[in-house]
């Protein structure tokens, strides 16, 4: 089960920390992955990081705005969203996957939570 937190509203330049909580897998064997998606759209990668955290992958419209961290002694992934735009209004997703590739593609994850709302205000 994967427990998102952490959205909420905030002003355009703002910043938000989005939490993903684990419980039933054993966090530390999964790849971490955080996708958004708007009303009508399709789900879209934000960031992803491996099993280990020394290698992350994200985005282009968030490179040096958003950072992805994980801490597996408390089974928790972490979005670090910066200079917030009111673009990254959307909910968000964390998921989780067995596999080390890919990390961009939803299909590549099984494991979904249940998504947190972040509004982005101008």
């Known amino acids: 089960q994967l427990q998102a937190s952490g959205g909420g509203l905030v002003q355009a330049g703002g910043s938000l920390r989005l939490s993903c909580a684990a419980s039933g897998l054993t966090f530390s064997t999964y790849a971490m992955g955080w996708f958004r998606q708007l009303p009508g759209k399709e789900r879209e990668f934000v960031a992803a990081?491996?099993?280990?955290?020394?290698?992350?992958r994200y985005t282009d419209s968030v490179k040096g705005r958003f950072t992805i961290s994980r801490d597996n002694a408390k089974n928790t992934v972490y979005l670090q969203m910066n200079s917030l735009k009111p673009e990254d209004t959307a909910v968000y997703y964390c998921a989780a996957t067995s596999y080390a590739y890919q990390l961009d593609t939803r299909r590549m994850y099984p494991y979904w939570g249940q998504g947190t709302q972040v509004t982005v205000s101008s």
């Open positions: 990081i491996k099993r280990s955290g020394g290698d992350t």
